[in-house]
């Protein structure tokens, strides 16, 4: 326990201070079910990205494609709901997103090309087509626009758990204790609370994907056989898997999920398409595979984070400025470990930028506007430069593949 | 054996555009539009001398953005950030620009220094974070796009720009004294009918020369495309593929700090919102379009300009003009196929022919 305590101190300890730091009452909102729930249905289109790229990086194809396949998972999402209904915007979104991952599958493993050069024209050709088909489909709308589609009706449903939240008519056990204001406990409490109320049917069905998928990959044998031909195709062609085929599976499951993520973007959050709505998600989520060192628990936790970060941008400027603190203690960290290892250098530049955010912190009340709004991307930053190099990638990952080749 | 060499790769775009043009015939015949009709409006439009005065300006910020591309592109970097680099370069260029008062050569190459190496500056934090912390640079020049955005928009609205109480004006930077501006070619071409044609169009020209001369006529830029095609080989061959990625990043950014000078001394003068965007993207589509090549990308540049501009003219005969982008898009992902597939044949052609070479002795 202390063993794991102290290896991931770079973990827990923000997440201790998070919990002090929210104890200050302009700093509440740091810990309240409104900002967890918010912090899950933001993380979950990136964990869907995540574990889409997670399909195809273990079939050993990058794909910097997600974004344009997120984009089409929004597009045709919003499309078949304002059509048919909500559920139909989900299948569609996972259709969408899947016709983008064989175009991506086409490039780099038919024809092998750089998979990151056919990543970048396949979100270019996502945007292009999005905004033609939005043009061509709303036409004859009075709210006709380029960059929008009509607003979408029609409800899930959702679900709160009873007794425990307070489902149904039930009492609420979180609740009271969050309203109770212990220090830590109510803090706690209002986790459980955000995660276990007013989930929608949608939220529900793309948790339960996260088990599946992990289940898929490693105790399957199809799992195993995509696995493989990430780390050796040439071996698993030996035994005679398909790689070719696999990796066509591998992407195009991607695509699915990352369209997936666009059509949960839409029917969750907003309730319609908007051009630009997905901001990056699918490179957070790329993010957060390669932070989760392309595992789906890891892949859950990370976009946990960056949802966070995200849900505070959303909520409260106040939180974001507590932020500051956060930032200078871990900060301060960084230096005495630097010093404990006698990099002198880097440990004084860490404790300029640690009294830099402290006196940032102490001079103002609040953070500007601009710089709340990319809380999320610079969480990502950060976080990836102090985790990128432990990390293990699957070993042919972005390496064409040519039949009967020898390694 | 080259000369053909060279004939088969030209073979590639002419595929690739002959596919394009076949794609959105299909898509314009889908929604119901006459695509031989709509073609002709464009060309008619695109044609004119207003029409080819507007491409060329166009094309002139998006030459260079496909060079900034370009550069890391031929060390294996994807610098996806020149968007928030550009923006950057430009917007600090222009606050200095309007608060100095300087004889005009000394001012435009103040404006095009700073230009430079702020936004060269900006990238070189995405080679930092690459070489010391291995993030990959698609990922955190992507995040630095979205944190350039939000810097750039609060350096805007607070530092470089006085809010007046009850004023509905956009937040923008002063303007930029006449010594600032780079004057227009038409008098010098005795156009004076037309536009005005940007001067920095020369600026282009040098930096496609300037480009091709970094990477192909001096030893840094053997080192930088040594270390894109064979990472191993270039580090025995005595690289430091750690320093030369932080400089290819800077390079590239330094590149990417001249796509605004056109629009800032040109036709702006200013630096504001509605500040041309976008532009470091479709560097991308340009440089995966020309090849890398200070050629290819030039035409690269003139053909999507082209696209956009005779696309203007759709709205007017109901046709969507967004069938622009598709066609952009298609063109880029024909085109990188064609590559590939055109590469295999030569390659393949040339095994037969060594054998058989090999065979006949």
């Known amino acids: ?407 | 054996m080259k000369l053909s060499l060279r004939f088969t790769s030209l073979l590639a775009p002419v595929f690739a555009l002959i596919v394009a043009f076949g794609l959105s015939t299909l898509m314009l015949y889908l929604i119901g539009e006459d695509p031989i009709e709509t073609f002709k409006i464009m060309y008619d439009y695109g044609k004119s001398g207003k029409s080819i005065v507007s491409i060329l300006n166009r094309s002139v910020p998006l030459y260079i953005s496909a060079v900034a591309v370009a550069v890391g592109f031929k060390m294996g970097l994807f610098n996806i950030g020149v968007e928030s680099q550009y923006l950057m370069g430009s917007l600090l260029s222009a606050a200095l620009g309007a608060a100095v008062a300087l004889p005009s050569i000394l001012h435009i190459s103040l404006i095009i220094f700073v230009a430079i190496l702020s936004s060269a500056l900006w990238a070189a934090i995405a080679g930092y974070l690459k070489v010391k912390k291995g993030v990959h640079e698609v990922i955190s020049t992507i995040m630095l796009n979205y944190i350039g955005t939000g810097i750039i928009a609060y350096l805007l609205a607070n530092i470089f720009f006085e809010k007046v109480e009850l004023s509905t004006t956009a937040p923008q930077t002063d303007l930029l004294p006449e010594s600032a501006r780079i004057p227009s070619l038409n008098a010098f071409l005795g156009i004076e009918d037309l536009p005005n044609l940007h001067g920095f169009i020369i600026g282009a020209v040098l930096v496609g020369i300037l480009y091709y001369w970094i990477v192909w006529k001096t030893s840094l830029g053997f080192d930088l495309r040594a270390t894109g095609s064979s990472p191993m080989a270039a580090k025995f061959s005595g690289a430091n593929p750690g320093k030369l990625t932080i400089f290819a990043m800077m390079i590239s950014g330094g590149f990417a700090g001249l796509i605004g000078i056109a629009p800032l001394t040109g036709y702006f003068f200013k630096y504001t919102t509605d500040f041309p965007s976008g532009l470091g993207f479709a560097g991308i589509t340009v440089a995966l379009l020309g090849r890398n090549h200070p050629i290819g990308m030039a035409f690269g540049a003139i053909l999507l300009s082209f696209l956009e501009r005779s696309a203007q003219i759709l709205d007017l005969y109901d046709v969507p003009k967004e069938i622009e982008k598709i066609m952009q898009a298609v063109i880029v992902l024909s085109v990188v196929v064609a590559y590939e597939v055109v590469k295999r044949y030569v390659t393949n052609r040339q095994i037969k022919e060594a054998s058989k070479v090999v065979s006949n002795a």
Not at chain 1, 121 to 145: E, K
Not at chain 1, 256 to 261: I, K, R, S, V, Y
Not at chain 1, 299 to 321: E, K, N, P, T, W
């Open chain 1, 1 to 407: 326990m202390l063993k794991t305590l102290k290896k991931n101190y770079l973990i827990f300890l923000p997440i201790a201070f998070i919990a002090v730091i929210a104890q200050v009452d302009k700093y509440d909102q740091l810990t309240t079910s409104g900002t967890f729930g918010a912090a899950i249905r933001l993380a979950i289109p990136i964990c869907l990205a995540g574990l889409g790229g997670m399909f195809s990086e273990r079939s050993g194809v990058v794909n910097i494609g997600l974004e344009g396949m997120m984009i089409m998972g929004t597009w045709f999402g919003a499309w078949a709901a304002w059509m048919y209904g909500p559920w139909y915007g989900i299948l569609a979104g996972i259709i969408g997103g899947a016709m983008f991952g064989l175009i991506h599958a086409v490039g780099t493993v038919t024809f092998q090309v750089d998979h990151i050069v056919s990543g970048v024209a396949i979100n270019i050709l996502a945007a292009g087509v999005a905004r033609f088909l939005n043009v061509v489909a709303y036409a004859d709308q009075p709210t006709q626009s380029a960059t929008q589609s009509p607003r979408i009706d029609g409800e899930v449903g959702d679900f709160t758990l009873p007794y425990l939240s307070g489902g149904g008519e039930t009492p609420s056990l979180f609740g009271y204790l969050q309203d109770l204001d212990l220090p830590f406990l109510s803090d706690f409490a209002g986790l459980l609370l955000g995660a276990t109320s007013n989930l929608s049917y949608i939220s529900i069905f793309a948790l339960t994907l996260i088990p599946i998928a992990a289940w898929t990959l490693w105790s399957t044998p199809f799992g195993l056989q995509m696995r493989s031909v990430g780390e050796l195709p040439t071996g698993s062609e030996s035994l005679g898997v398909n790689v070719y085929l696999m990796k066509y599976i591998g992407v195009m499951i991607s695509g699915g999920f990352a369209g997936l993520a666009g059509a949960y973007l839409v029917l969750e959050s907003s309730g319609i398409y908007r051009e630009g709505q997905t901001a990056g998600r699918g490179f957070i989520g790329l993010a957060s595979m390669i932070f989760g060192n392309y595992k789906p628990l890891g892949i859950f936790m990370g976009s946990g984070l960056f949802g966070y970060a995200d849900a505070l941008q959303l909520r409260s400027d106040d939180a974001v400025h507590g932020l500051l603190v956060l930032i200078s203690l871990i900060l301060l960290i960084i230096s005495i470990k630097q010093i404990i290892e006698k990099k002198y250098l880097s440990a004084s530049i860490s404790i300029m930028l640690c009294l830099g955010f402290l006196i940032w912190f102490l001079n103002s009340e609040t953070v500007p506007s601009e710089f709340v709004y990319f809380t999320p991307h610079i969480t990502t930053l950060i976080v990836l430069s102090s985790a990128s190099q432990k990390l293990r990638m699957p070993k042919k990952v972005g390496q064409p593949y040519r039949k009967g080749e020898l390694n």
